[in-house]
């Protein structure tokens, strides 16, 4: 192993290297621009863009891209070489200012929900100073924001910018209520969990499923699966381990801080998580985290899953989003502090997350639809499609206590009054990790648990952030004009907790009666399925929120709404297709063959006995062929009713007829050519069974 401390962040153009190579004036005014948010003069982006040239040329790149995160869900790049010819045949390497701050790229084949017409072609990516420049692959990769000709967001991360400056306008007017000058801006960060599974490359190759949807389409459950739970935290085997090794040193090369790694619950699964950072540059790192453990993977002989349901019968994968603020001197504002003062602070702020949740479930939701979430959330496995948020006990006792202005049961039984008697000191830690719950409180922090694995997290936080902002600017109007700060605090603090504790739910999120009493009594949404979620994109109400903190427009929302589901139809289409294939061109003939192959062992039986009772033979083939029978019709029908919902013109219409008609439909035939499977003789069955997938690593 490498002297880690030596090489870490050693692809990275960070603030060492700029301290190394710029002046100290130049070093001061970018540093103006990223903090501060002034602009950046063009003399400075021309010093700053030679140094960073001269950096990643020492270090073997030869091409610059401007690196962006299109509606996809991934990242896109295009290589421009640093290369200037020379007159005389001679070249040189060159980079300039202007080419470092905006680029010129060709949006055409980007999804845009109708954002631009087919002749504004032109995508325009503008840098993002706030997250370091890198290598990879020999490329100096500059992170960038998005957008079309018009100036509309054709990305995830510029809304999530935006989101950004809006929880820091909102959270200083709060600090300065409670007389804090000191603090300059406030920060969103973000520290992203990642699930995923690895399988064997060689049996992923002989999976079709695998290859064109990344989850299995087909598969029998195999004798064991996760029940014993000896997968969780056990011993890492040489070959995941060597994995692991190279994952860390690539990531560490790229300076993302990862600490933890680990198997999953289920057979094959594992998890990685590195340390917190600003939300946009843990954004920018979870992509690459992503894309480098899928390289990584191949090298050492793994293909790995980042689908959120890959396999039927064990956990999915999902992403736990660790969401916290904290001002830039340094204070974590969900910490409840030694004072009085920092107490009240905490709680106000604490409300405005109940506040924001409450009233913007569907929001949250929407953040993290997809066609294969949806076959994850409410799983017994990852937390329900109904959201609530969890406190812990004590946290909702001590908010109750001020509701109903009683004393909180403490040995001292004080008396809670903001800003004059002490809230008493509670452990950092004093809630548990409820695994179950949506969104949690967890000591400093909320947990969000909902997003799928491949998700980025660009729009659950551009969520999170607007909600939260859109809390606090409530607040600052209501306590900026009253004359009593204490007395309006203690009222807004209970009149807050009073109407929204319906969303706090501190128990098991998987039981049956809990989605009762949420939807039934509480009145909480349970929005089951992505085409559910949709609608409730452009409500007025959350047009008007993402407008007010000037986030998104409603042509981009709209746009959004459309992009979704437009990818959830092409997915679910997708997967229909693949089924349809692997059945009439493998499965079918399989069954066929094996049942033949019974015949003819139980006709050469009847030639040496013909008196010989042979019901093996003839119970396994009268099975099969009835089987045979209803995959072929169910297939037939399938195609019948993808045919016709491919063909609607409304994208909602569309989703919903996927969602009602194709997928039950899809659902249906793999029970019939899973129990099919289970009858075959596995030399017969044409591709790699569960057993293989998910122990064959091990």
Not at 283 to 298: F, G, S, W
Not at 322 to 332: E, H, P, R
Not at 634 to 645: D, G, H, I
């Amino acid at each position: 192993m490498k002297n880690i401390p030596e090489f870490f962040g050693c692809m990275v153009f960070n603030d060492a290297v700029m301290k190394e190579r710029l002046k100290p004036e130049d070093y001061d005014a970018f540093k103006k621009t990223t903090v501060e948010g002034r602009p950046l003069k063009a003399n400075i982006a021309d010093v700053i863009a030679v140094a960073m040239k001269e950096w990643a040329v020492e270090k073997g790149a030869t091409h610059f891209t401007h690196w962006f995160q299109p509606m996809t869900g991934f990242t896109a790049e295009k290589h421009d070489s640093f290369l200037t010819p020379l007159p005389d045949g001679r070249a040189i390497m060159e980079f300039s200012g202007k080419e470092l701050i905006s680029g010129e790229s060709d949006a055409s084949s980007f999804p845009s929900g109708g954002l631009r017409a087919t002749f504004e072609a032109r995508g325009y990516t503008a840098w993002d100073p706030t997250s370091n420049a890198f290598i990879k692959d020999n490329v100096l990769c500059i992170p960038t924001a998005f957008c079309s000709y018009g100036g509309h967001a054709l990305d995830k991360k510029t809304p999530l910018l935006r989101s950004m400056e809006a929880l820091n306008r909102q959270a200083l007017r709060i600090l300065r209520l409670f007389g804090n000058t000191d603090v300059k801006f406030v920060i969103p960060n973000v520290g992203a969990e990642q699930e995923y599974f690895l399988i064997d490359k060689d049996l992923y190759r002989r999976r079709e499923d695998l290859m064109f949807t990344g989850r299995t389409l087909f598969g029998a459950m195999p004798p064991k699966g996760q029940e014993l739970d000896d997968h969780y935290y056990g011993a890492i085997n040489l070959r995941v381990s060597a994995f692991f090794k190279e994952l860390d040193e690539e990531l560490w090369k790229l300076g993302i801080p990862v600490r933890t790694e680990h198997n999953e619950v289920a057979p094959g699964q594992h998890e990685l998580a590195p340390v917190y950072a600003k939300a946009n540059v843990s954004t920018d790192q979870n992509q690459l985290i992503m894309e480098i453990m899928q390289n990584v993977a191949k090298k050492n002989g793994f293909i790995c899953l980042l689908h959120e349901k890959p396999f039927k019968g064990v956990n999915g994968s999902g992403k736990h989003n660790n969401w916290s603020v904290s001002t830039d001197t340094g204070v974590n504002l969900f910490t409840p502090g030694d004072t009085p003062h920092q107490n009240a602070r905490f709680l106000l702020f604490l409300c405005a997350v109940i506040k924001a949740v409450d009233e913007h479930q569907d929001l949250l939701r929407i953040s993290v639809a997809s066609a294969g979430n949806d076959r994850r959330l409410g799983q017994n496995e990852a937390p329900p499609a109904v959201i609530s948020l969890y406190l812990g006990d004590e946290l909702t006792a001590i908010l109750d206590s001020i509701e109903n202005d009683t004393a909180y049961d403490t040995k001292e039984k004080t008396l809670i009054k903001l800003g004059v008697h002490a809230i008493p000191r509670f452990p950092r830690d004093s809630t548990d990790r409820n695994r179950t719950s949506p969104f949690a409180f967890t000591g400093n922090k909320f947990e969000f648990r909902m997003l799928g694995s491949k998700d980025s997290i660009a729009c659950a936080n551009m969520m999170i952030n607007t909600a939260v902002a859109e809390s606090l600017r409530v607040f600052a109007d209501e306590l900026e004009q009253s004359p009593d700060f204490n007395s309006a605090l203690q009222k807004l603090i209970k009149e807050t907790y009073r109407k929204h504790k319906r969303i706090i739910f501190n128990g098991n999120g998987y039981d049956e009666n809990w989605i009762r009493e949420a939807t039934e009594v509480r009145g909480l949404l349970n929005l089951r399925s992505t085409p559910d979620c949709l609608p409730h994109y452009y409500r007025p109400e959350n047009t008007r929120l993402f407008e007010t903190h000037r986030v998104l427009t409603e042509a981009e929302i709209r746009s959004r709404s459309e992009i979704i589901l437009e990818n959830y139809c092409k997915i679910i289409n997708i997967e229909a297709k693949t089924m349809s294939d692997m059945v009439r061109r493998s499965i079918l003939p399989a069954i066929s063959r094996y049942a033949g192959r019974l015949c003819e062992i139980a006709n050469a039986k009847r030639d040496a006995l013909p008196d010989l009772h042979i019901p093996f033979e003839e119970e396994t083939v009268e099975k099969l062929n009835n089987l045979a029978t209803e995959i072929y019709n169910r297939n037939k029908e399938l195609m019948s009713v993808l045919a016709s919902t491919v063909c609607l013109p409304n994208v909602v219409d569309k989703a919903y007829a996927f969602k009602k008609s194709v997928i039950p439909l899809m659902d249906g035939l793999r029970n019939v050519v899973d129990e099919a499977e289970g009858l075959t003789a596995s030399d017969y069955w044409p591709y790699p069974g569960y057993s293989e997938l998910l122990f064959g690593v091990t």
